[in-house]
């Protein structure tokens, strides 16, 4: 599992994810919060984050990587709008993290195919690991 810092930095990153747009609406807030708490980062800290910045850490594992990519596509989805904007920002993120760009290109293109573009977690590890094969 992810250090303290690792943890802060991946909130930091969604945080500054949602805020693409220049806003954040509440269901990104209602969504990087329980993600906070998933996390197991105190909502003080967490409210801090909107604030000050933190260090980037990229996760190490390629699981941990993944689990941040997928954290970033549902909250991408969250509020059922997405724009060339944030997509282009997610692939960069991906990329960032040193994830095959074909397996980024297919995970945003299939997320269209199912209810509220919430790509399951066994169909998304299955397009990371035939990429990475």
Do not use: C, W
């Not at 990153?13 to 708490?37: C, G, H, P, T, W």
């Not at 790509?119 to 998304?124: Q, T």
Request: proline share 5%; hydrophobic share 40%.
């Amino acid at each position: 599992m992810s250090t303290y810092q690792e943890k802060l930095s991946i909130l930091s990153e969604m945080i500054s994810f949602a805020r693409v747009d220049n806003i954040i609406k509440d269901e990104e807030y209602i969504f990087l919060r329980s993600v906070a708490q998933q996390l197991d980062v105190d909502e003080e800290t967490f409210d801090s984050l909107f604030d000050r910045k933190v260090e980037h850490v990229i996760p190490k594992s390629d699981a941990e990587r993944i689990l941040q990519f997928h954290r970033l596509v549902l909250l991408m989805n969250v509020d059922n709008k997405q724009d060339l904007i944030e997509i282009n920002r997610i692939h960069n993120i991906g990329l960032g993290m040193g994830l095959p760009p074909s397996a980024i290109e297919q995970v945003l293109s299939i997320m269209h195919k199912y209810p509220n573009k919430i790509v399951p977690p066994k169909v998304l590890i299955n397009i990371f690991k035939a990429h990475y094969n």
